[in-house]
């Protein structure tokens, strides 16, 4: 080798006649894979080239061309074989000696990362906006016991804002917001699709009209309404470009639905909530014309870092539709 060529490989002696540290990176073109070292000290306990061949569960072949190839990638001879066997040559029993050391420190750090995943996997932090938290998760959650039963699952109920600064700051492995879009820092896809629709208790007069609500008339009118910050509002508000001061401003679904079914006044709320409401005349259903209030419902997850374990598990069952 040239010095030219020596200084290009990192081994060329400098001007002080040391050899210059390794550069990083080259570790792994240097050193045998953890498979390679685990088959030499196979050979090494077992005596015998084709018995760790079996007992690692690959063919003779394939182990003596392993072995060659540790070989030529260290410039030494580790093996003498012989139709009596396969045994180590001295320098081969000291490479042995570091292999095993390697080993072991593969196998704990194999061990602490499994330790690591179980730890992970115990809990998952869900944190959801109101709607989602009532009306879509406890089924998703209930798929997921049935999936991992020993995963203890916190939930965190709020409005799509709070659901995003929970993710944001480290307190939610995974989150579900019903907001226009996705909140800034967060990756999402869509789990769901919902409308809203405009209700009042039956005894209000907009339940006798017999021309569909405009979307103007909704925006003048004093409302029943989440507080701000809430996906419900954020798409109220981006649909009609505008609301009225609110009527009653709650911080909850279904307070917000109590209150139109005591008659307080009209509401827009998801069409997932009230349903039974409906059902049963204790609110009524207001046609409303010129304004699409529909939306779509994303799990959200901090941008760069996609869901794994029980929270990647969840994210799945959503889109099978459990």
Do not use: C
């Amino acid at each position: 080798m040239s010095k030219e060529q020596g200084r290009r490989a990192g081994t060329e002696p400098d001007a002080a006649g040391e050899a210059p540290a390794a550069r990083p990176g080259l570790l792994a073109h240097r050193v045998p894979d953890l498979g390679a070292l685990e088959l030499l000290l196979a050979v090494a306990r077992l005596g015998s080239l084709g018995a760790a061949a079996r007992e690692l569960g690959i063919t003779q072949p394939a182990a003596s061309s392993r072995i060659r190839s540790m070989e030529r990638q260290l410039g030494l001879a580790l093996v003498d074989r012989s139709p009596r066997g396969s045994r180590l040559t001295a320098t081969g029993a000291l490479v042995t000696d570091w292999a095993r050391r390697v080993v072991e420190a593969a196998e704990e750090f194999d061990a602490g990362a499994q330790a690591l995943r179980v730890r992970r996997d115990s809990r998952l932090r869900v944190a959801a906006s109101m709607t989602i938290a009532e009306y879509l998760l406890p089924r998703w959650l209930l798929a997921l016991r049935a999936a991992r039963p020993d995963t203890a699952v916190s939930l965190l109920a709020g409005n799509s804002t709070a659901v995003a600064e929970r993710l944001l700051g480290g307190e939610a492995d995974l989150g579900f917001v019903e907001g226009v879009s996705v909140p800034t820092g967060l990756d999402a896809t869509i789990v769901a699709h919902d409308r809203l629709i405009v209700v009042t208790a039956p005894g209000h007069p907009w339940s006798r009209r017999r021309r569909p609500l405009t979307a103007e008339e909704l925006s003048a009118t004093p409302l029943i309404l989440r507080e701000e910050g809430s996906g419900t509002r954020q798409v109220l508000d981006a649909a009609l470009g505008g609301l009225a001061r609110p009527l009653i401003e709650l911080s909850s679904t279904t307070a917000v639905k109590a209150a139109a079914v005591g008659g307080a006044g009209p509401s827009v709320l998801s069409e997932l909530a009230v349903g039974e409401e409906l059902a049963a005349r204790r609110l009524v259903r207001i046609p409303l014309e010129g304004a699409a209030l529909t939306r779509s419902l994303r799990a959200v997850w901090p941008t760069g870092h996609p869901p794994v374990g029980p929270a990647r598990d969840l994210l799945g069952l959503t889109r099978t539709g459990a």
